[in-house]
Nanobody, 126 residues
Framework: QVQLKESEGGSVQVGGSLKLSCAVS????????LGWFRQAPGKEREGVAT????????NYADSVKGRFTISTDDAKNTLFLQMNNLTAEDTAMYYC???????????????????WGQGTQVTVSA
């Protein structure tokens, strides 16, 4: 069984930065592919970024390319999401997720993720 737990999110001003972390535990094979997702009020959940086996392959949604960076600390079994130049549109509940997807399937747009964290709120205000 894989368990994921996000760090506390926070509130930042437009243009600010925030780094999320997600502690991952459980069977390694079941979490080859790790990702961050978000869901804003009244909107569907969307994929933000994914990483395959500790960063061999990373993928980003177009809306966050150049601003967000996904990374892992394998020694600490932790997944990160560094978010820079935040805008009000980044306000959402953020979730980390894990899956045994192949490298070809490990992308923000893929469905069928196996394990999810409980979510953490990120609020960006002017």
């Amino acid at each position: 069984q894989v368990q994921l737990k996000e760090s506390e999110g926070g509130s930042v001003q437009v243009g600010g930065s925030l780094k999320l972390s997600c502690a991952v535990s459980g069977y390694t094979y079941s979490r080859n592919c790790l990702g961050w997702f978000r869901q804003a009020p009244g909107k569907e959940r969307e994929g933000v970024a994914t990483t395959y086996i500790g960063g061999i392959i990373t993928n980003y949604a177009d809306s966050v390319k150049g601003r967000f960076t996904i990374s892992t600390d394998d020694a600490k079994n932790t997944l990160f999401l560094q978010m820079n130049n935040l805008t009000a549109e980044d306000t959402a509940m953020y979730y980390c997720a894990a899956s045994k997807k192949s490298w070809a399937e490990c992308a923000p747009g893929s469905v069928g993720w196996d394990y999810w964290g409980q979510g953490t709120q990120v609020t960006v205000s002017a």
